[in-house]
Nanobody, 124 residues
Framework: VQLVESGGGLVQAGGSLRLSCVAS????????IGWFRQAPGKEREGVSS???????YYDDSVRGRFTISRDSAQNTVYLQMNNLKPEDTAVYYC???????????????????WGQGTQVTVSS
């Protein structure tokens, strides 16, 4: 099982980025895919997640600005991030878990598999 994130970078406040998470070694069916972020000196937090029936979940801090989606044919999950703010600066990770293992919710960090992360920096 492998998750590879891409799409991070440096953007000005108000700008947009689209992160990609390509999964290999398993299919998205029966899995939730989550996006998490960790800023320097802060704990990792759940940003958004999508389940195999395409139900979506968002943290309040990003709702209305970020959109999660999936392409099952490409085994890829995307995170479209619009109207970025400096406080969105963090390393963003995607994670995967079988749906039945996420007993604490889809934005908890009980995920089984994790990518290596991609840096997102938003300048003011």
């Amino acid at each position: 099982v492998q998750l590879v994130e891409s799409g991070g970078g440096l953007v000005q406040a108000g700008g947009s980025l689209r992160l990609s998470c390509v999964a290999s070694g398993f299919t998205l069916n029966g899995y939730a895919i989550g996006w998490f972020r960790q800023a320097p000196g802060k704990e990792r937090e759940g940003v958004s997640s999508i389940t195999s029936d395409t139900s979506t979940y968002y943290d309040d801090s990003v709702r209305g600005r970020f959109t999660i989606s999936r392409d099952s044919a490409q085994n890829t999950v995307y995170l479209q991030m619009n109207n970025l703010k400096p406080e969105d600066t963090a390393v963003y990770y995607c994670a995967a878990a079988p749906l039945e293992t996420l007993v604490s919710g889809y934005l908890s960090d009980d995920y089984r598999y994790w990518g290596q992360g991609t840096q997102v920096t938003v300048s003011s």
